[in-house]
């Protein structure tokens, strides 16, 4: 019943029905028109089966809005303004940067990894293909890249929101969405979140770890720094006790020596100079 006619024609006949429609004072937006328009060819569909067939019948699309993967050495080649972009001139570029993991960043989920939260990731950039003005995507896998994750500060799973401005003189806004439920996400709550502007409610990032704009990134030191906490996220928990244990005695044995080369007549000279000088 769910696929009686094809999603790729559903699809098209919806952009043909969209674009047909008169224009109302307030214009849908192209992306609730056509999620509404295939849920009502088939009344009785699974959102989430809907997207799954969408998957799989429209490849074209998919390939139009790719979600580039980001790397120590590549990142600023692709969060940077596109010279195909919808958006004006003067309006900044929207990118979602998805930081995900697998058994070593992001072990808690079922699956073994941020599975579920890549898969509507993935599925979302299908439905984004098929309308303009939407966002870019990219995605960060902290197993893979491990110093970049702690470059940025950037702990699986979570939603990395950018605006990027053509101008390099205005700051690029950043926002953290950290507060998603891995393990129930789906792609149209995905896409929902970028019609209602959810990110808008989040406060900008300003921290050092910014990547654009953060101390760290100004100075140089993103990368230097990513490589010091990876190396010591590595350590093993006990690692640290037996470093602190072994200063803490230095420090005593040191102190100690201190004393006994002074010996016990420095003590009592400065004890017979302070009563004579009383």
């Not at 979302?124 to 896998?141: D, E, G, M, R």
Request: proline content about 9%.
């Amino acid at each position: 019943m769910l696929l009686q006619y094809p999603l790729i024609t559903l699809l098209s006949l919806t952009v043909s029905l969209t674009s047909a429609e008169p224009q109302q004072p307030q214009q849908q937006h192209p992306l609730r028109s056509i999620l509404s328009k295939i849920q009502s060819y088939i009344p009785s569909a699974n959102p989430q089966r809907v997207v799954e067939s969408v998957i799989g019948h429209t490849r074209a699309y998919s390939a139009a809005h790719r979600i580039d993967p980001l790397t120590l050495n590549g990142w600023r080649a692709i969060l940077k303004p596109s010279t195909t972009a919808a958006t004006g001139p003067g309006e900044p570029e929207e990118w979602w940067v998805l930081v995900t993991g697998r058994n070593k960043t992001c072990p808690s989920i079922e699956g073994g990894g941020c599975v579920r939260l890549e898969k509507a990731f993935n599925e979302s950039s299908v439905i984004f293909a098929a309308a303009p003005s939407t966002p870019h995507q990219a995605i960060l896998n902290c197993d893979e890249e491990n110093v970049l994750c702690h470059a940025w500060a950037a702990t699986p799973p979570a939603l990395f929101h950018f605006l990027i401005p053509r101008s390099h003189d205005v700051p690029i806004e950043m926002r953290v969405m950290k507060h998603i439920n891995a393990s129930t996400i789906t792609a149209p709550e995905l896409v929902k979140m970028h019609l209602d502007k959810s990110w808008q409610k989040i406060e900008p990032y300003e921290g050092i770890f910014h990547p654009f704009d953060g101390f760290l990134a100004k100075w140089g030191l993103s990368t230097p720094v990513g490589y010091v906490l990876a190396a010591y996220s590595k350590l093993p928990s006990w690692a640290p006790l037996v470093v602190l244990s072994i200063l803490t005695r230095t420090l005593m044995t040191n102190r100690l020596q201190r004393r006994q080369r002074q010996g016990p007549g420095q003590g009592q000279r400065g004890a017979a100079g302070g009563v004579a000088g009383s």
